[in-house]
């Protein structure tokens, strides 16, 4: 079999994927890469999710590169507006031409005689296998799973009668006009779909088993629109994206610091938009404290118009069982409903899914520690593009993949090989990478590595120290061990 090598593998073509393209292009000029892409077109999520009002909690001002302008006055967008965006950046920097579409990565296996990655790839619907090989493999898939979302064991589903939908598979052109729906969540998902399905819909019930923190914001960014009447599109960018940077870490630090007065601000807000005689504890108030789970946003608080108007409505309570026509309540009360979505979160898989092996050795993803929040620990020349949790994927996603730049920089003018962290575990704390108590990360936190509790083994949820650490400090890094093959081989066969 031919094997075709590039000396970078970029694995998902979505927002991530795409900015590793620039980025490669821009600093690392000589190097070729290709950005591998399971599914038929690019965008990542943004074309995968096609469910009713979808759109991004992260303001475009952050969400967008820092290398392409937002130029519209609208900050919080739909997802349709993400997705062109996506593509015009992609078409704009000629990084289209790099992508490899249906070509999904089942395994990476890394020789240190070679110092290389062999990747075994099946292509198109007839899953032709092939393998691509390089020098250094990104992997920025991101970690939710594209085969399906989390569906719980519903007792009595099966004597439902109407239409159940997970919002991850949502049906083309589903005509929902006039029907009684019931959406069960209180995450994003479902305080995105509830205002949208009311529009439409015969009225709409959230459905929750307890309830989750939410904010209003504008969609607009009055400063944005200001600005752009007396200054280029580029300056305003980079101004009012530094600006929601500061803004959004000034109020994560305020709010864990001070869990209390964020409840009570947060009350305060949501109360404004709602009747006075409305439960807002009941429905509203959540029983930990605030970015213990990721805020729920809710643009020019479309979900209270929806519940003012009262085309939609909020239930808290649990589920007893499905019936024919709709849900059984613990409390006793009955939800009739056309059509059940269930928004009850996803599936993450580590590192897209992909089968790692070094040496012949198989890695367990769960039992290595993240250097930077990117490396692995024992993995050589690999990187793992994680955005942040408490802010834009996109800010930590470009900080990332310039690092990964400048590392491929180091080790050619360095005439090294491989670079591979490593860690004494018997000397670290163990703490969950994903450190949210969200259901979807909690099912999955085994499978994603570990961090420690100081640097390099720490990923901060703060831009401007990650700013720092990936972008100025040194690479001769003691967490770092760099060899060249030749090297590194004949270490490995006298330790063996």
């Known amino acids: 079999m031919t094997v075709k090598h590039f000396d970078v593998l970029v694995l998902g073509a979505g927002l991530s994927g795409i900015g590793a393209g620039y980025h490669l292009q821009k600093n690392c000029p000589s190097k070729t890469y290709a950005i591998l892409e399971a599914r038929e077109d690019l965008g990542g999520t ?31 967008v739909d997802g349709s507006e993400i997705l062109q965006y996506l593509r015009d950046t992609s078409r704009e920097f000629g990084i289209d031409s790099n992508i490899r579409y249906g070509h999904r ?92 399905l009311a529009k439409k819909a015969a009225h709409v019930t959230m459905l929750q088993r307890s309830p989750s923190y939410v904010m209003s914001l504008p969609d607009d960014d009055v400063i944005a629109k200001a600005m752009r009447k007396v200054l280029p599109s580029s300056w305003v960018h980079k101004t009012v994206r530094f600006k929601n940077v500061m803004l959004s870490t000034a109020i994560y630090r305020l709010f864990r610091f001070k869990p209390e007065f964020a409840k009570r601000l947060l009350r305060k807000g949501i109360a404004a938009h709602l009747p006075q005689d409305f439960p807002i504890d009941t429905h509203f108030k959540p029983s930990y404290n605030p970015w213990d789970q990721r805020l729920c946003l809710v643009p020019n608080g479309d979900l209270f118009t929806a519940l003012r108007e009262q085309s939609a409505s909020i239930v808290t309570d649990r589920i007893s069982s499905f019936t024919p026509t709709g ?18 979160g996803l599936k993450l898989v580590a590192c897209g899914g992909v089968q790692l092996t070094v040496d012949g050795e198989p890695v367990t993803i769960g039992q290595t520690y993240s250097y930077k929040g990117l490396m692995l620990s024992g993995i050589p020349n690999a990187a793992v ?41 018997s000397e670290m704390d163990q703490r969950p990478l994903l450190d949210m108590t969200s259901g ?15 640097q390099p083994w720490q990923q901060n949820q703060n831009y401007l120290q990650d700013l720092l650490s990936m972008k100025f400090t040194t690479l001769d890094d003691k967490a770092l061990k760099f060899s060249r093959a030749h090297a590194a081989s004949t270490s490995l066969k006298q330790s063996a």
Request: proline residues 6%.
């Open 46 to 76: 943004w074309d995968l999710f096609r469910y009713p009002g979808i759109r991004s909690d992260s303001d475009m001002f952050t969400l967008g590169y820092s290398f392409r302008p937002w130029t519209s006055n609208k900050s919080i």
């Open 105 to 196: 990565v089942i395994a990476a296996a890394w020789s240190s005689e070679e110092a290389r990655w062999t990747l075994d790839i099946e292509v198109g619907e007839q899953r032709t296998p092939v393998q691509y090989s390089c020098n250094f493999f990104y992997v920025c898939s991101g970690y939710y799973s594209y085969e399906g979302g989390y569906q719980p064991d519903f007792p009595g589903l099966e004597n439902y009668t109407g239409q159940l939908i997970h919002p991850q598979q949502w049906p083309e052109g589903l005509d929902y006009s006039g029907k009684r729906i019931v959406v069960i969540g209180s995450g994003a998902t479902a305080v995105t779909l509830v205002p949208a």
């Open 327 to 344: 849900i059984m309540l613990e409390s006793g009360q009955s939800l009739d409903a056309d059509i059940v979505v269930s928004a009850t």
């Open 385 to 425: 593009c994680v955005g942040y949790t408490n802010a834009s994927w996109t800010l930590r996603a470009d900080l990332s993949s310039e690092f990964v730049c400048r590392l491929i920089n180091y080790m050619s003018r360095k005439n090294y090989d491989q670079c591979r962290p490593q860690i004494d575990p």
């Open 440 to 454: 979807y990360i909690l099912r999955a936190v085994e499978q994603f590595p570990k961090q420690g509790k100081q």
